[in-house]
């Protein structure tokens, strides 16, 4: 299965070593930059606004990013599908012993 991540140009916090660093990691701005630099610019201000840090963002379902953000469906199911699904799956393979 292809990742579906798109490359993106992030803040040296979120990057390491030209991959992603651990989302477990990040802070409210990291999360926040991560969705300006994959086109949800707009979008990216509810994560900021409902304080969702690499935790949170990996413990959201499909029913919060869809409900729990205020986002409009369209964008939010692309942000859940095509991000925090992968995220949450490359999470899961790295941290597994």
């Keep these: 299965v ?3 991540l798109k490359t993106v140009s992030l803040p040296n916090s979120s990057v390491e070593n030209g991959q ?3 989302p477990a990691h990040w802070a409210v701005a990291d ?3 991560y969705f300006k630099a994959t086109g949800f610019e707009e979008q990216a201000n509810a994560f900021q606004d409902q304080e969702i840090d690499g935790k949170s963002l990996l413990l959201m379902t499909r029913n919060d990013v869809l409900t729990g953000l205020s986002i409009k469906l ?7 599908e095509y991000h925090v699904k992968p995220l949450q799956t490359q999470h899961l393979k790295s941290n597994v012993s």
């Design 31 to 33: 999360v926040v930059n």
């Design 74 to 80: 369209g964008p939010a199911l692309k942000i859940y």
């Design 2 to 4: 292809e990742s579906k």
């Design 20 to 22: 992603l660093s651990d």
